[in-house]
């Protein structure tokens, strides 16, 4: 039926014209435009499920196909999965894509899409491909066989097609790395600044033969026969979805990394391989990458630093000037040789011969030519300039290297961006002072403007004091919380245009300053305090660093306007992730639970003072892009209670992870948050809300008793459903949680015995009944 009717639309495109007009237009016929800033800004598929057009990215728009990101749910993304004209910047909100008389695709004049012959009219399919048709009504040219760095179900990669990777999860153009069907069968990746040499290759398939790479609907990613189809190898394994509505997506991310997607998800069903640091030349020349938790780390050898202090991927160069040569032999006294042990690169050396350890090094201390020199088992030198390819710390070799380093600096100075906002607004003040001076001279007898700039002079005065006293005065950037004044942060939200959330401080913006998204949170409601209080409230916040914490980049105070910015967190909040139908596995959750309580045992006993939260919940931890778990709105809690040793106003603390305690009006401790983790932790394991009025039997409606009864009756397993998990750590989080929602907060662990135990480093006795 629906097939029918899109060959209808498609048979009287001039019929049903007058629908194009409305704001979701499904095909663009002849002289039509679309204009970013006028609706319509894109074709929509039939199912409205994909879209052709304008795409608001930053300051202006991207050009492409995306998969509209559902408005209803938490997970409102647009995916960009085809981007026209990648390599040029977004374009301006002025721009038009117009289908000419001659049947070409223009973007603001110039030849976006040019087909094979005239196309009379372009439509937006629900496979996710944009089709120009032909006067026979024949395709004539699809997005689907010009991939960016997607292929989407249904869509095949032939052979010689490429995909390119994006150079940023934010930045769309081209980026570092390819992953193409060769015509040999061979489904290989390369980074894509060189020409590829099979050496150079970081991961392939091995398959051979005529081989297309196939995202079948299913969201099986296939290596198929060209030319009948049989399946050669598949992918991802034993996986085979079967929703038939589910939008499946292969992409090459920036990373280099392979992964397939499912809808609007970011978070991968399969990855070609699990350690980025697998890519060879993730991290450039003379540099290597290792892994800490799970994120690659880029290290220059030594004798080198990064060559753009803003890019560690870009690779290393030397540290040091290099001293004239005379009669080819360097002058010793300005090198030396270091050692690296079980390193390993892949270069061609440019001298080799047999000698001993010790004349290896001191070969290449005296050569003006060597950058490094290896030593192995087998007696024999080689030596090699810099750059070096692919260093890799992983084989195991019984090789020596040496990198020659020296002492002389270049006199390269490191320049650090944005100097603190002290300097910029010094310079002016002292323009405003001579002006100011100048007007009172003039204007000397006129008394009544004399005061008046004196006035004006002496809140200026006060302001650059208080600048002074946040004073940033060149620490490492890091340390430094940066003061914004109240236009900056309006003009980065648009005027606190896009809403993220409202929390019990008040509502949180999304920004962009200087390119990078922030949160910016508007406080309300506030007990009333000084100045000096917020700025020396902030001041602790600033100091505390931790990977589990939400970063607060700066803020500010101005009259009675109070903001802080925060780094941006790209997943949303854990309350989005676990009560929604797309949640996190076991194992992620496992992990991220572990993340909360390393992050609330840096705020007790790790930082600078002991920062109680006050308002552990699952709104208030975050999940970056990668969902590592952060926490938020830590260190507020003083801001509207002044003695968090006293007892509690209800202004603080949510309905269902408040401690007993804390109700009943007694004096908090840290305690307090070991409860509320120890809710959290429930909602973790059985991915829902600790009061659920929607479940069948009433003992389950709050998740804390049933769960106590399932335990004390071995029940574990109807906790989570027929959800496949560990026995043994869901038993060992289970036990943890209800040691944390204790009664008695002596009873309860500290945030240390809470970690040790969740890492299954210490025993767990039997916990009594939490509410006895
Ligand atoms: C269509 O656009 C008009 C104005 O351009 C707007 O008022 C209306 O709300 C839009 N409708 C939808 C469904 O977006
Ligand atoms: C979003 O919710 C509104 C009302 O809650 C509903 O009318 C609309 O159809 C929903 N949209 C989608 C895309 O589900
Ligand atoms: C769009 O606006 C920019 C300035 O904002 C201008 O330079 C450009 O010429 C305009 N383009 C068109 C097609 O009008
Ligand atoms: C498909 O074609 C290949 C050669 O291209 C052949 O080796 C293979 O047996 C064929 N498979 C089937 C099922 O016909
Ligand atoms: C796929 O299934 C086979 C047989 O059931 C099993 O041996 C193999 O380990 C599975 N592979 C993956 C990646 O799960
Ligand atoms: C993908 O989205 C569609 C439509 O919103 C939905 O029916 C489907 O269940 C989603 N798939 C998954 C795996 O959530
Ligand atoms: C990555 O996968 C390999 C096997 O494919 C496994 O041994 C290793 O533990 C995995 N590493 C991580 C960090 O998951
Ligand atoms: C160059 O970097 C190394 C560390 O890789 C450092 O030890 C050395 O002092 C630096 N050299 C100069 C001249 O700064
Ligand atoms: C260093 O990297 C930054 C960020 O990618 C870039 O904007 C800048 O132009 C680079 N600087 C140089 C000298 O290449
Ligand atoms: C490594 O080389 C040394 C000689 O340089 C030799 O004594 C040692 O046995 C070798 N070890 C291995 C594991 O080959
Ligand atoms: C570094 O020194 C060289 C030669 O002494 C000079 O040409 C160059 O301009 C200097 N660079 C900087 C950044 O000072």
Not at 156 to 185: H, V
Not at 286 to 305: A, I
Not at 680 to 704: A, F, G, K, M, Y
Request: net charge neutral; aromatic share 10%.
């Amino acid at each position: 039926m629906s097939s029918l009717f899109v060959v209808l639309f498609f048979l009287f495109p001039y019929f049903v014209s007058p629908a194009t007009s409305s704001n979701t237009s499904r095909v663009i016929n002849l002289n039509e435009r679309i204009h970013a800033n006028i609706k319509p800004t894109a074709l929509y598929s039939p199912s409205g499920r994909f879209a052709f057009g304008f795409l608001p990215e930053g300051d202006g728009f991207l050009v492409g196909i995306w998969i509209v990101g559902d408005t209803n749910s938490t997970n409102s993304q647009n995916i960009m999965v085809w981007t026209a004209n990648q390599d040029h910047p977004p374009v301006s909100s002025n721009a038009t894509i117009e289908l000419t008389g001659k049947g070409k695709l223009i973007l603001n004049g110039e030849i976006l899409i040019d087909p094979p012959e005239p196309a009379i009219v372009a439509s937006m399919q629900d496979s996710g491909n944009f089709v120009m048709y032909g006067e026979n009504w024949n395709a004539i040219w699809e997005s689907f066989n010009f991939p960016t760095d997607t292929i989407l179900g249904g869509q095949k990669l032939s052979a010689e097609k490429e995909l390119l990777s994006k150079a940023s999860p934010s930045d769309f153009s081209t980026g570092r790395f390819c992953l193409k069907m060769q015509s040999d069968g061979n489904l290989v990746a390369y980074p894509s600044k060189i020409i590829p040499k099979s050496t150079d290759s970081y991961w392939s398939t091995g398959t051979s033969g005529s081989v297309d790479l196939h995202l079948d609907k299913n969201g099986a990613l296939k290596l198929e026969d060209g030319f009948n189809s049989t399946v050669i190898k598949q992918l991802n394994e034993n996986y085979s979805g079967d929703m038939p509505t589910t939008i499946y997506r292969a992409t090459l991310d920036p990373d280099g990394n392979l992964r397939v997607y499912f809808n609007t998800s970011t978070n991968p069903l399969w990855e070609a391989f699990n350690d980025t640091c697998a890519v060879k030349s993730f991290c450039g020349y003379n540099s290597y990458c290792t892994s800490s938790d799970n994120q690659p780390l880029c290290n220059c050898v030594p004798g080198t630093d990064l060559i753009n202090y803003s890019e560690n991927y870009n690779g290393c160069q030397r540290n040091f000037t290099k001293q004239k040569c005379t009669d080819g032999k360097a002058d010793t006294r300005f090198y030396y040789m270091t050692t690296m042990e079980k390193v390993k690169w892949e270069d061609v050396p440019y001298f080799n011969a047999p000698m001993s350890e010790e004349d290896c090094k001191n070969s290449c201390l005296e050569d003006c030519d060597c950058d490094a020199a290896e030593y192995d088992s087998t007696t024999i030198c080689t030596k090699y300039k810099f750059p070096l390819k692919y260093v890799s710390p992983y084989i195991q070799r019984n090789s020596t290297t040496f990198l020659k380093g020296g002492t002389k600096r270049t006199n390269r100075t490191i320049i650090f961006i944005e100097p603190p906002l002290v300097l910029a607004t010094t310079s002016k003040k002292t323009w405003l002072l001579i002006l100011l001076l100048t007007l009172f001279l003039v204007t000397y007898s006129c008394v009544a403007l004399a005061t008046f700039g004196l006035f004006i002079f002496k809140i200026r005065v006060i302001e650059y004091k208080k600048l002074l006293e946040s004073g940033t005065s060149g620490l490492a950037k890091e340390l430094t919380l940066r003061l914004y004044s109240y236009k900056e942060l309006k003009e980065a939200t648009k005027g606190f245009k896009e809403e993220l959330g409202k929390g019990s401080f008040g509502a949180v913006y999304k920004g962009t300053i200087s390119e990078k998204l922030v949160a910016v949170k508007r406080l309300q409601k506030l007990v009333e305090e000084g100045e000096r209080e917020f700025q020396s409230e902030m001041r602790v916040i600033g100091k505390t660093h931790h990977k589990n914490l939400v970063r607060l980049l700066g803020y500010c105070t101005e009259g009675c306007n109070r903001l802080l910015v925060y780094e941006y967190m790209s997943s949303g909040s854990l309350a989005d992730r676990l009560f929604q139908s797309e949640r996190p596995n076991w194992q992620e959750r496992v992990r991220i639970a572990l993340e909360v309580a390393r992050g609330i045992l840096y705020l007790h006993e790790e930082c600078e003072a002991p920062i109680i939260h006050c308002d552990i919940k699952p709104q208030n931890i975050l999940l970056d892009e990668f969902w590592t778990a952060k926490i938020a709105d830590f260190g507020l809690a003083k801001l509207l209670m002044p003695d968090q040793t006293r007892t509690m106003t209800d202004t603080r603390g949510t309905r269902g992870y408040v401690a007993p305690e804390w109700q009943k009006n007694m004096p908090i401790s840290l305690k307090v948050d070991v409860y509320s983790y120890g809710i959290v932790l429930l909602e973790i394991i059985c991915c829902r809300r600790n009061i659920d009025l929607s479940v069948s039997r009433p003992e389950e409606i709050q998740l804390s008793g049933w769960a106590y009864s399932c335990f004390t009756a071995g029940e574990l397993g109807k906790l989570v459903g027929n959800e496949g998990v560990e026995k043994k750590s869901l038993e060992r989080m289970l036990t943890v949680a209800l040691w944390c929602i204790q009664a008695d907060p002596i009873l309860r662990p500290s945030m240390k015995g809470v970690v040790l135990m969740l890492e299954g480093l210490t025993n767990i006795s039997c916990p009594p009944n939490p509410t006895a």
